[in-house]
């Protein structure tokens, strides 16, 4: 992501986006005073071991499938800053020079996104690591909940600025609801703690049914799971299985299905831990902000967090005690009570440290597979001989031996007629490439190449670059014109690997026509 420095200048500096400080609030009321990137996740941390493929989401980068929508950017034209993007520095020191009381706020990110209005820009790409073990996960979650609970006090009406002073908090009620819902977060295992003991003790005393309550405690705390999956069940019967063949993988992956149902799985299992350390942040916060006034800051780099928790399954037991006692406890009350459910689910929660443990181990590398089975090579030929046919269809006479720049089977006109250099690109090596796997003949081939050649010397140029977007039924450059130094790049590439071909198969009468 080398542009991403430059591109979050040119948006924090965009005329829109200059922030304009209420002064009486001393908050930005107009513009952004932070932009914040979309962030992603590095392909080699998202494929680390069997935790990450099921809690990361895809690595690496796809510009074109994975740019997000947010809705308080969406509604309010204000986004929630998590800690990575760019700053309006000056705006920033002109603020919280007298704002927040020094050392006691860890998480200052929410904040700081509340008072500057931070802005998004999902077409700005950064990529951010993942934590590799399930017990430097947990860490991080600690220190999350740790620093929501210390920022409490800006849903107040007043606020506790430096110098001991007090005034009228300056933060709009979108601000501060996000601020609420971090923290009802936090509390929602504990809740679901509390409903099982009260379904605990009507079962012992009044010898209630507890499958429904530990039901309803089981959709609600995957409510978010569910809905996907719901969503994907309505909506898949709208793809067709040709429309969706390119997202299958030769490499093992875990289906976004999967991974979901998977996660939803082990968040049940990974409960009682999840309330241990809820609580225990937000105790220790409590403590520690009325109490001690101590360690108010305490925190560790995320490098310091992944040594420091092994791979071992007495490691995970010391760390994740509270799940093993929690689930003698089930068990006990279904030795009492002949209850399969609390059984199960006792079992589940103590056995779930060595679950942990076993995610988190690193992937053994395998030995690269030096040859595909005959159903990843049908596959393959499948896909490219369904790509060449819209190139074989489409570049043709009444385009002017052009590739259209992309075709939609919901939209009246299924082509659009225009194209790109790197589109001609492309086309070019699609004839190569459909002669070299049989999928057309030689004459095919060069009558093909022939006239699209033949047009590209006829497209007007700049100093000999190509123009980025073409007509391709009358042939001029779209307004406004540039060219690009990526799809220009694109065509050159693509044309130096056709003149190799060329000068290979120049026996075939291949070579004379480039030249």
């Not at 924090?12 to 930005?28: G, R, T």
């Amino acid at each position: 992501m080398l542009e991403t420095a430059s591109e979050l200048i040119g948006t924090i500096s965009h005329v829109l986006n200059i922030p304009k400080i209420d002064e009486i609030k001393n908050i930005v009321s107009e513009g952004h005073g932070i932009i914040q990137p979309r962030i992603g996740m590095d392909l080699v941390s998202s494929r680390k071991n069997l935790f990450t493929k099921i809690y990361a989401d895809a690595g690496g980068t796809d510009p074109y499938t994975n740019v997000v929508s947010d809705i308080y950017q969406d509604t309010f034209d204000e986004g929630s800053f998590i800690g990575k993007g760019i700053y309006e520095l000056k705006v920033f020191y002109e603020i919280f020079k007298k704002e927040i009381p020094e050392n006691t706020v860890l998480s200052h990110d929410l904040l700081e996104g509340n008072y500057l209005r931070s802005g998004l820009a999902s077409d700005i790409l950064l990529l951010d690591d993942m934590p590799a073990k399930y017990g430097s996960f947990i860490d991080r979650l600690s220190r999350w909940i740790r620093g929501d609970w210390q920022i409490y006090g800006w849903l107040k009406r007043k606020i506790l600025i430096q110098n001991s002073e007090r005034k009228k908090n300056p933060l709009n009620l979108i601000s501060r609801f996000k601020i609420l819902d971090n923290l009802r977060r936090s509390l929602m295992p504990i809740s679901i703690f509390t409903c099982l003991i009260f379904g605990i003790v009507l079962k012992i005393y009044f010898g209630f049914k507890i499958w429904p309550i530990i039901a309803i405690i089981a959709i609600s705390y995957i409510m978010p799971a569910v809905l996907n999956v719901l969503n994907y069940v309505v909506f898949k019967k709208d793809i067709s299985k040709d429309s969706i063949s390119a997202y299958r993988n030769i490499t093992p992956k875990l289906s976004e299905i999967k991974a979901i149902i998977i996660r939803s799985l082990l968040e049940l299992i990974f409960l009682p831990n999840k309330i241990y350390i809820s609580a225990v942040a937000i105790g220790k916060t409590i403590y520690r902000m009325h109490i001690s006034k101590e360690k108010l800051l305490e925190w560790q780099t995320a490098e310091m967090a992944e040594n420091k928790n092994k791979t071992k399954v007495s490691a995970y037991y010391k760390k994740m005690s509270f799940s093993l006692l929690l689930g003698i406890i089930l068990i006990a009350v279904a030795y009492l009570t002949w209850d399969i459910y609390l059984l199960i689910a006792g079992v589940l929660w103590g056995t779930s440290p060595i679950l942990a443990c076993y995610i988190s181990k690193d992937q053994v590398t395998r030995k690269t597979v030096k040859k595909i089975t005959r159903a990843q090579k049908e596959y393959i030929e499948e896909i490219g001989k369904k790509t060449w046919s819209f190139f074989s269809e489409y570049i043709n006479k009444e385009n002017n031996y052009l590739p259209p720049d992309n075709y939609q089977e919901d939209r009246k006109e299924h082509i659009v007629l225009r194209t790109s250099s790197t589109n001609i690109g492309l086309g070019l090596l699609s004839v190569i490439s459909a002669y070299d796997l049989g999928y057309t003949r030689l004459e095919d081939a060069i009558f093909l190449l022939e006239n699209m050649i033949k047009t590209i010397n006829q497209l007007q140029k700049w100093n000999g670059h190509l123009y980025n977007w073409y007509d391709i039924k009358n042939l001029e450059p779209l307004t406004p014109r540039f060219v690009s130094t990526v799809d220009s790049g694109n065509f050159v590439r693509i044309s130096i690997r056709i003149k190799t071909v060329c000068r290979r198969d120049k026996k075939k009468r291949v070579y004379s026509f480039w030249f």
